[in-house]
Nanobody
Framework: VQLQASGGGLVQAGGSLKLSCATSKFNLNGYAIGWFRQVPGKEREGLAC????????YYADSVKGRFTISRDSAGKTAFLQMNSLKPEESAVYFC???????????????????WGQGTQVTVST
């Protein structure tokens, strides 16, 4: 496993969590980073991404204005700040990286070839 997502847990509806995506094997600078989530029995949903230069971002409509993707300057960790969480957003959250990305990023899971283990987020009512 080259990427490790962490920071999940149990939070009340309306609360916040900050997920981390860490690697010790390569520098995330120069990689497009994406965040996804999946509920058992459903397709993986793309949430947010940042381009390899960190100058372009894209958010799914479902999370726009509530979630923020970022990365640290050292290139070791990427983040997903999640605010105003809803119970229906309970899922396993994954991060992914793409070294071949161009100027922009995409929230299609086909765009990424490096994946980490997910972290469970549970939002209670």
């Amino acid at each position: 496993v080259q990427l490790q997502a962490s920071g999940g847990g149990l939070v009340q509806a309306g609360g916040s969590l900050k997920l981390s995506c860490a690697t010790s094997k390569f520098n995330l600078n120069g990689y497009a980073i994406g965040w996804f989530r999946q509920v058992p029995g459903k397709e993986r949903e793309g949430l947010a991404c940042t381009s390899k230069r960190g100058d372009n971002f894209y958010y799914a409509d479902s999370v726009k204005g509530r979630f923020t993707i970022s990365r640290d300057s050292a290139g070791k960790t990427a983040f997903l700040q999640m605010n105003s969480l809803k119970p229906e957003e309970s899922a396993v959250y994954f991060c992914a990286a793409d070294p071949a990305a161009g100027q922009y990023c995409y929230i299609s899971d086909h765009s990424y070839n490096l994946w980490g283990q997910g972290t469970q987020v549970t939002v209670s009512t």
